[in-house]
């Protein structure tokens, strides 16, 4: 009998709808259930791609006698954390607070006033490694409820103070400036590994936002080692394992410093944010293999992860069926190759020839003599590679979440409306502009506030939070840029009031969820971009440019105040907040303001306009339209010059003279 997660839109819920476990979504009513049982709470967090929830779905939510003892002793609540990133960091940072470590699945008991008193992540179904069996685990905790339950409820109490206690106040301390940006680049130079490229050691995790600092680090200061640093990183992810040679797209991770073996799930905001690194990496560098990187990321999105509606599904999983007929799942079955594998696709000497050029070993570089392809030199055939991805589709495909995240659709427009902008594909631009669209038919309701998922056009329940708000009006401003609609200018302004009047603590900081959210015990706040920028770095961005714009003296105000946990964390952590910092490099620029007018259709308006968006200047807004247009704030009053289109650029409050000429516009903003 299904349990109560049967009508609910995540995928990763559904998953779990026919356990014998009496599931109940995140809610009041099942906080009241505990109350009226006197029971404690079992909370499991977890996403669809994730391979240990699965394996723990299986040994334990699936067992019949483990899940009886649950649903005797604990109201048990499943969350999606892609749905719930609030409910997701107030008990993953009690959790790493508590054990020093945290990570999904993540298991969690709580009393029915939410407050959490025990923790964990993976359990597994018998004692190993030092590791209690989930059943010690349950019947530890139903013991310890049952006999000390005053003892339970001073150490829920405690944790609940000590949380509460973590308040950040890392706004309006002045702005970071030339000092914490050179500091923070010594920092990443500290961290580098000169050998392998990247940051850190094993796992390494693609460093997206470190990358677009350090690509605008060199634009603003022509800094040679923190561009040798980017197209490094960028240059051993793309040619290592992380990356999917044949098909495109990137993994979440790499379990070694090397780039060999990824985490082989693929996640939307990977391929969006690495997307867009590549493709402003070729503007800085030229570079042929940023160039396909870049549009085989863009084509993997829309051909994978593009939905029905326009929108873009989350991620693809790790495990798919190895398709003996066993019905086993295997993190990387999809992906992997045998020599054998190839000489049987390929014939004998083509065959020889991939496992060369892939790198594709008798002995394997990953599990049972498979090779992760990896591309070490030069590039691949591409006869070669349209067979072994025609052979590779015949294998049985990964899972896909179907659910459209607002925060990562952001993320995907800007991608895929710059790409399409710089490399000619207007494809990619419509594209962008359907997410867009559906964005705002499904996701934002009459007065602009964001829901955070949908799923096949049903939009869900849950609330946006600032990433959310942040992210797609990112997108909607690149957008703006690209096609010169105002009207995505105008959406991005709606969300961006939003983010000052609901997000905006005193003195400049900044809250993750609204002021009027639903509460929780603490309400978060987290400044540090890790996989995707934080809610936090992503306003400040966001209101940047908008106020670049629009001149609207607030929302410079408010970015200028999010900024000061830049010039606090970015000298100590830099790793740790890129796209903070990379902000901050075009507050150091201004950021540039510019403004193209003339006919759409003439060819000297779309040599401007393409010149103004190919600009390394960090951060640069750009507007295009007729002369006099209502369609942006920086077309007014900028006549045509001479009869001719003409481009404007200013910064700080100064504007040098119009120009018709795209090489003379160049040259402006490269200094």
Request: hydrophobic content about 40%; aromatic content about 8%; some cysteine.
């Amino acid at each position: 009998m299904p349990n109560r997660l049967a009508h609910e839109t995540s995928p990763y819920l559904l998953q779990h709808a026919d356990n014998p476990v009496d599931w109940w979504p995140w809610s009041g009513e099942a906080f009241d259930e505990a109350r009226r049982r006197g029971v404690p709470v079992l909370l499991s967090v977890g996403y669809s791609s994730c391979h240990w929830c699965h394996v723990m779905a299986h040994e334990s939510f699936e067992d019949e006698a483990t899940a009886e003892y649950q649903n005797e002793h604990f109201v048990n609540i499943k969350v999606d954390r892609e749905e719930r990133p609030d409910v997701d960091a107030v008990y993953m940072e009690a959790v790493q607070a508590a054990t020093g470590q945290g990570g999904w699945p993540m298991t969690v008991f709580l009393t029915a006033d939410g407050e959490p008193f025990y923790f964990g992540t993976y359990f597994p179904p018998e004692p190993r490694h030092g590791m209690a069996s989930f059943r010690q685990v349950l019947e530890g905790v139903a013991a310890a409820w049952a006999d000390r339950r005053d003892e339970v409820g001073e150490v829920a109490g405690k944790i609940v103070r000590d949380l509460a206690g973590r308040s950040l106040a890392f706004g309006g301390e002045g702005v970071p400036g030339e000092e914490e940006l050179a500091q923070a680049l010594l920092g990443l130079t500290r961290e580098y590994d000169e050998r392998h490229a990247g940051f850190g050691g094993a796992p390494k995790f693609p460093p997206s936002m470190v990358v677009e600092f350090l690509l605008r680090h060199y634009a603003r200061t022509g800094a040679e080692g923190a561009l040798e640093m980017a197209a490094q990183t960028c240059g051993a992810m793309a040619r290592g394992g992380m990356y999917d040679q044949l098909g495109g797209g990137f993994a979440r991770y790499s379990v070694d410093r090397e780039w060999t073996v990824p985490h082989f799930e693929k996640m939307l905001y990977d391929n969006a944010l690495l997307c867009r690194v590549y493709a402003h990496l070729w503007r800085a560098t030229g570079s042929g293999l940023a160039r396909r990187v870049a549009l085989e990321t863009a084509d993997f999105m829309v051909r994978e992860l593009r939905t029905a509606e326009g929108g873009f599904a989350s991620a693809l999983d790790a495990d798919s069926d190895v398709g003996d007929g066993t019905g086993k799942h295997v993190e990387g079955a999809f992906y992997v190759w045998t020599p054998q594998q190839l000489r049987e696709v390929l014939g004998d000497e083509d065959g020889r020839r991939a496992a060369e050029l892939f790198g594709v070993t008798e002995e394997g570089t990953f599990e049972e003599g498979a090779s992760v392809l990896q591309l070490p030199d030069g590039e691949a055939e591409s006869s070669i590679k349209e067979r072994l991805l025609a052979a590779r589709a015949q294998r049985p495909r990964p899972a896909r979440d179907d659910k459209v995240v607002a925060a990562w659709n952001g993320l995907a427009i800007a991608a895929l409306a710059e790409a399409g902008a710089y490399f000619e594909r207007p494809d990619l631009v419509e594209r962008a502009t359907e997410a867009a669209d559906l964005l705002v038919r499904l996701h934002m309701d009459d007065a602009a506030r964001l829901a955070r998922t949908s799923k096949d056009g049903q939009v869900g329940a849950n609330s946006g939070v600032l990433e959310d708000y942040a992210d797609v009006a990112e997108g909607f401003l690149a957008l703006a840029g690209v096609t010169g609609e105002g009207v995505w200018l105008e959406f991005a302004g709606f969300l961006l009031d939003i983010v000052v009047d609901q997000f905006v603590a005193e003195g400049g900081a900044l809250y993750d969820t609204a002021h009027d959210a639903e509460r929780l015990i603490r309400r978060p706040q987290d400044p540090t971009d890790s996989a995707t920028p934080s809610g936090w770095s992503a306003a400040a961005g966001a209101l940047l440019s908008y106020a670049a714009h629009t001149g609207s003296q607030a929302h410079r105000t408010a970015a200028e105040g999010a900024l000061g946990v830049v010039k606090a964390l970015g000298p100590r952590a830099p790793r740790f907040i890129g796209w903070g910092l990379a902000v901050a490099e075009a507050l150091l620029d201004g950021p540039r303001e510019v403004a193209v007018v003339g006919p759409q259709d003439d060819a000297a308006t779309r040599e401007l306009h393409r010149t103004a968006l190919l600009a390394q200047a960090p951060g640069a807004v750009v507007a295009a339209g007729e002369p006099d247009s209502e369609e942006f704030p920086l077309l007014r009053d900028r006549p045509l010059v001479d009869g001719s289109p003409a481009a404007y650029v200013c910064k700080h409050f100064v504007c040098d003279a119009p120009t018709a000429d795209a090489s003379a516009l160049a040259r402006k903003l490269a200094n």
